[in-house]
């Protein structure tokens, strides 16, 4: 019985790492949006009223600049791809945005990305 025990544990043991690692496949990347604008107050406007307009999701997820004299827009969220993220612009914006993929990394990834000698 102890045999049957220890190897349904390891066994069971062995699927959550697999079904761990497949999550890891599935997540969807985290992508940082960036479209500037025109600091001119009507075209600073135009492009607010061109998002709300258009029904982007990514008001939800947005960041202006605009008070501080910073005339640009950022937006994080999750997509399958940089063209995924690029098609939920307005096709206006398209052109001026930058999308820049994001990334996390462990204390662990630092340190030896830290040991690695510049070239």
């Not at 940082?32 to 001119?40: Q, R």
């Amino acid at each position: 019985m102890v045999w049957f025990i220890e190897k349904a544990y390891a066994f069971n043991t062995k699927l959550h790492k697999l079904n761990n690692q497949s999550l890891n496949y599935l997540k969807m990347a985290t992508y940082l949006i960036e479209i500037p604008h025109s600091g001119n107050t009507f075209e600073c406007r135009q492009v607010v009223k061109l998002f709300v307009e258009s029904g982007s999701h990514l008001l939800a997820n947005s960041y202006w600049g605009c008070k501080s004299g910073v005339h640009k827009s950022w937006f994080i969220s999750n997509f399958d791809s940089r063209e995924e993220a690029l098609q939920i612009i307005p096709p206006f914006l398209r052109h001026a945005a930058t999308i820049i993929e994001l990334t996390t990394f462990s204390k662990e990834d630092m340190a030896k990305f830290a040991e690695i000698p510049a070239p």
